[in-house]
């Protein structure tokens, strides 16, 4: 029986876990990554470590693989279309396109119907003042429109903040201004889709967040059934309107009024997918791998509810009492440094069978 080698960009717990989920499947594991002693290199077959620019060492990645795919947004682009012109690379690039820019996002979110924050680009200071004036008092956010993630790149905006002091602060970079949604909840849904076009789902979930990085996730997401179909469906329309193949994930707010509207799109697996390893038959990992090695998602059929609490920084102290708690699953990531604000691991803590 032939052998499947999946290369995978970049070395984080994202690629970790998509690797030990490649392990089970039988799938060989190549990770590329400019990381020395990246948490994905140690549980992988082997690692080449270079420059994402570093053409000779990408053809060396490719030369060794059957597939690749990406495990962070960033990814340069030209190193994606270069290895494409090697080896076949999941998902496509226009999901990329949309991920990696939020003006091109919520554009996209928009164009398919899928209902946003009232948002504009900004690029001078008359096209904040004017944003400002249409949104009647409401406070707003500008966010820098690329590399911005657990709340890194943004400032609210509210009836006392120096507009002429917060552009300085972006250095003239092109911003996207957003009204602040006053919302109920925030939720996700991830997506895997197949090269066949058959998609499964997970969630939605409900996600708290503390410094603006996911804290606790729950699952079955305590919101109406009307919300999970809404935002399940949604998450769909946009895996089958990119032509997914792999996964995505839709992070939502819920209204007070019950709408959903779309926040942002990760085009990957994501944090709040985590409990997936845990309680269901097919993780997002798993169905991740499936899907960009060309193989068939299974449904993801999850036999428990969850609370999945995140490790960051020093938390991870906190990892210990957890040894001895029944029910509860500890996920380290191999990271030597427990920076502030750094993903040391998680915990998922199973609840009702379902
Ligand atoms: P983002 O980087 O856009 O995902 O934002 C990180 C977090 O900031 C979100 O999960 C929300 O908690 C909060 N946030 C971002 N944009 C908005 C918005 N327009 N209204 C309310 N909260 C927001």
């Given at each position: ?14 690629g ?31 690692t ?9 060492a ?17 990814i ?14 999941l ?22 119907g899928?209902p ?40 609210r ?50 996600n ?9 996730t ?31 994930t839709?992070?939502m ?31 997002q ?33 906190k ?36």
């Open positions: 029986m032939k052998i499947t080698t999946l290369g995978i960009l970049g070395g984080g717990q994202l970790r876990m998509s690797a030990l989920a490649a392990a089970r499947l039988g799938i060989r594991v190549v990770i590329f990554t400019d990381e020395d002693n990246a948490p994905a290199s140690q549980v992988a077959c082997c080449v470590k270079a420059a994402y620019t570093d053409r000779e990408l053809h060396g990645f490719a030369d060794m693989v059957d597939f690749i795919t990406y495990e962070f947004e960033n340069p682009l030209e190193t994606v279309d270069y290895l494409r012109t090697l080896k076949p690379v998902p496509n690039n226009r999901l990329l396109d949309v991920a990696q820019e939020r003006i091109a996002e919520k554009s996209f979110l928009n164009s398919i899928i946003t924050a009232r948002w504009a680009k900004i690029e001078n200071r008359n096209d904040l003042q004017s944003f400002l004036n249409a949104a009647q008092g409401q406070a707003c956010i500008v966010k820098t429109t690329r590399f911005g993630y657990d709340g890194k790149g943004q400032a905006i509210g009836s006392e903040t120096n507009l002429d002091e917060t552009l300085r602060n972006f250095k003239g970079q092109v911003l996207i201004a957003e009204e602040i949604v006053d919302f109920a909840c925030e939720i996700s849904v991830i997506v895997a889709r197949d090269q066949f076009g058959k998609t499964v789902t997970y969630g939605p979930m409900l708290e967040h503390r410094n603006h990085i996911l804290s606790r729950l699952y079955p997401a305590p919101v109406s059934q009307d919300i999970k179909d809404k935002a399940i469906a949604i998450t769909q329309r946009l895996a089958d309107a990119l032509k997914l193949v792999g996964v995505l839709l992070e707010f819920v209204t007070r009024s019950g709408d959903i509207l779309a926040n942002e799109i990760a085009p990957r697996t994501h944090n709040s997918g985590h409990w997936t390893i845990d309680a269901c038959a097919a993780s990992f798993e169905n991740h791998v499936r899907a960009v090695c060309g193989l068939p998602v299974a449904d993801p059929a999850p036999h428990h509810g969850v609370e999945m609490l995140n490790l960051i920084g020093d938390d991870v102290e990892a210990a009492s957890y040894w001895t708690q029944p029910n509860a699953c500890v996920h380290l990531y191999s990271k030597t440094d427990a920076l502030p604000g750094r993903k040391m691991g998680h915990v998922t803590i199973l609840k009702d069978t379902l």
